[in-house]
């Protein structure tokens, strides 16, 4: 049985007041599968496009994240503005995993842009998500390292940046040496991604296509 529209987005409204972000990617994926094969023209394609594709990169999940913006309308593209940066977030990202892209573009594009009060929540776990990540790069990569060099990879001061991996992480910190001594991070596991939801993604392509030779 379909899930109403309406009760979908109730249902994900509920998710980012409550902080459960994870739960959000397949309301979000049942949204665009229902918005674009019944073309409900009453419903805003930001409001599910935006989110959606900020979870994607939560996740780091920028295969779907790409996938998702060739399916996005190429006006809409150019008529939200946060979907713009989102996308630019994305290709930096990208840039970023190759190793031929700056962490810091990203962190300025993140805090310099306006977003707004839906997104922000998702916006401030996106940044908590990549510093995770390329903190945990260099957990793998040292036993102990300079202070200056964990800062600049999180974009922080170097004072701010050694209390804050202390407090949160549980790193240790020789204000003597000025060394950083990185504590293993927990296993985290990602979510599985399941037939249901492949099968939804190879709907709504198959629909567009349909759409595109109708047109």
């Given at each position: 049985m379909t899930v109403p529209s309406q009760q979908l987005f109730e249902q994900a409204e509920a998710c980012l007041q409550g902080g459960r972000y994870q739960e959000l990617i397949p309301l979000y994926e049942q949204l665009e599968f229902q918005v674009s094969a019944i073309e409900i023209d009453a419903v805003p394609l930001n409001t599910i496009y935006e989110p959606l594709l900020a979870c994607y990169l939560i996740v780091n999940d920028l295969h779907s994240a790409r996938s998702l913006v060739c399916r996005i309308p190429s006006d809409l593209k150019k008529q939200s503005t946060q979907l713009t940066t989102l996308i630019t977030v994305l290709e930096l990202m990208?840039?970023?995993?190759?190793?031929?892209?700056?962490?810091?573009?990203?962190?300025?594009?993140?805090?310099?842009?306006?977003?707004?009060?839906?997104?922000?929540?998702?916006?401030?776990?996106?940044?908590?998500?990549?510093?995770?990540?390329?903190?945990?790069?260099?957990?793998?990569?040292?036993?102990?390292?300079?202070?200056?060099?964990?800062?600049?990879?999180?974009?922080?001061?170097?004072?701010?940046?050694?209390?804050?991996?202390?407090?949160?992480?549980?790193?240790?910190?020789?204000?003597?040496?000025?060394?950083?001594?990185?504590?293993?991070?927990?296993?985290?596991?990602?979510?599985?991604i399941g037939m249901k939801e492949f099968g939804q993604l190879a709907d709504v392509v198959a629909h567009l296509e349909v759409k595109q030779e109708s047109s």
């Open positions: 990208r840039q970023w995993e190759r190793q031929n892209g700056s962490l810091k573009d990203i962190y300025k594009l993140l805090r310099q842009s306006r977003w707004n009060s839906a997104l922000a929540p998702l916006v401030a776990l996106l940044q908590d998500s990549i510093q995770d990540r390329e903190l945990n790069l260099l957990t793998k990569a040292y036993t102990s390292l300079p202070v200056q060099l964990a800062a600049s990879r999180i974009w922080l001061e170097e004072d701010t940046a050694a209390e804050q991996l202390v407090a949160t992480r549980g790193w240790r910190y020789e204000a003597s040496t000025k060394l950083l001594y990185p504590k293993a991070p927990d296993t985290v596991h990602n979510r599985p």
